[in-house]
Every structure is written in structure tokens, then in C-alpha cells.
């Protein structure tokens, strides 16, 4: 007496559709038991639930796709301002969702930065968006690079990847000093997903210029600028 329970399985073929689905199910008659031993009395038996809600979506492991690096933000830049967008990197994934792959270090340069180079970046950080193609300066990986100045790479952190692309981002502190017309620029020419990869595009085409931000108020008597 009791719940006798049983088990359907399938064997999934090694070239099974990625995200198609499986599903299977028991007629409403569609099993028969004996209640002695020999089986002198076969029963037909019927199910309270025969098809129930609801599949299992056939996935695979996660590869590396590709890699490029963008510079989508041209915009001047103000003297002593922090966390500057100089250049976006993605990193697109294909296949299934298991066993994500993992970035595990990038390594960028400074070329296109107009001398004197520390003068003009103070500091180089990369930050992590997900799947968001918005920049935001609010998850960091890795660890900050001080005054970088020709290559320099960032690493110390793995960070697993989604099904898709991802972005990352360069940004770069500007100095209350930095000279006035100055570029500051980078090139991403390398980095790690499992093996070192190369970027389609290492070297965008663009730059970002020192420029004097103005911040315009409002007072009762009116507009200033400062």
C-alpha cells in the first residue's frame, strides 16, 4: 500500500535544436496493474492528471563568440571630473546557458592620450553593464589603475558572462590640471575569455577633449554662468 511513484526519461540527441522543447504525457487510459500475482485480473487504469503543465527547453554550454571595442561617447570632457566613458568594449556569447564562460582580465592602452599622459589621466577604471548597452559607473571589476600611461591591463576578477553580449567599460579620472584642448583616447588590444582574444576593432575611431564645463544657475535676479 502506499504511492508507488514512476519515471519518465528521455535521451536527448547530441543534435537536438538548442531552445526547442520536450514534453510527453499519458493517455487517460493509458496504463493497466494487477492486484494478484498471476495477473488474473488486469486492470485498466485511468489518471487524475494525465498531461500536466508545462516542458523542459533543451540548452547547451555557453561559448565565446566574439569581441570589439566602441567609442560611442565623443562628448568633451570637464578638468577634475571622475569616471570619464572613454571606450565600450562587448563581448558576445552564443549557444546555450550552461557552464557560462567567465572574463577574467582585460588589457587596454592610452594611445591617442596627447602628452604629457599622467598629466591629463589621473585614473582607469572597468565597470560591468550585464546585457545593458547603457553605460553606468556603478559596478566595477577589477582594480583601479593608477595613472596609467602606454599598456596596462586589468585583472584579479572573473566575471561570468550571459547568453548574448555584454558590456564592459573604460573610464578614465581627468585632473583638475589637465591642459585645456587636451585628447584623452584608448585602444582595448587584448583579452581573456578562457584564451586571450583579440577585439575586431581595437582601436575605434574617435577621442574625448579636455574642455571647461560651465554650470549655468538660476537666481531670482536670473541666469548666471560660471
Not at 535521451?11 to 492486484?35: E, H, M, Q, R
Not at 554550454?61 to 567609442?71: D, F, I, R
Not at 582607469?124 to 559596478?139: D, Q, Y
Amino acid at each position: 500500500s502506499g504511492t508507488v511513484y514512476y519515471w519518465l526519461a528521455y535521451d536527448i540527441s547530441a543534435t537536438a535544436g538548442l531552445t526547442n522543447t520536450v514534453d510527453g504525457y499519458v493517455p487517460t487510459n493509458g496504463f493497466t496493474y494487477s492486484d494478484d500475482t498471476p495477473l488474473s485480473n488486469v486492470v485498466i487504469g485511468t489518471l487524475v492528471t494525465n498531461n500536466p503543465a508545462g516542458n523542459l527547453t533543451i540548452d547547451g554550454n555557453m561559448v565565446y563568440t566574439s569581441c570589439t571595442a566602441t567609442q560611442n561617447n565623443i562628448n568633451p570632457l570637464g578638468q577634475g571630473t571622475t569616471n570619464q566613458e572613454i571606450l565600450g568594449v562587448q563581448i558576445v556569447t552564443g549557444l546555450g546557458t550552461q557552464n557560462p564562460v567567465s572574463a577574467t582580465s582585460f588589457t587596454f592602452n592610452t594611445n591617442g592620450t596627447s602628452a604629457v599622459v599622467t598629466s591629463n589621466i589621473n585614473n582607469a577604471r572597468l565597470w560591468f553593464t550585464g546585457t545593458s548597452s547603457n553605460f553606468s559607473a556603478s559596478a566595477q571589476v577589477g582594480a583601479t589603475t593608477a595613472a596609467p600611461n602606454g599598456s596596462f591591463t586589468i585583472n584579479g576578477f572573473t566575471q561570468a558572462l550571459s547568453s548574448g553580449t555584454n558590456y564592459f567599460w573604460l573610464t578614465y579620472d581627468i585632473p583638475g590640471g589637465a591642459a585645456l584642448g587636451a585628447a584623452v583616447d584608448a585602444e582595448c588590444t587584448a583579452l581573456t575569455v578562457g584564451t586571450s582574444k583579440t577585439p575586431t576593432v581595437t582601436a575605434p575611431a574617435g577621442s574625448r577633449n579636455v574642455a571647461t564645463v560651465y554650470t549655468v544657475t538660476s537666481t531670482a535676479e536670473g541666469t548666471t554662468t560660471d
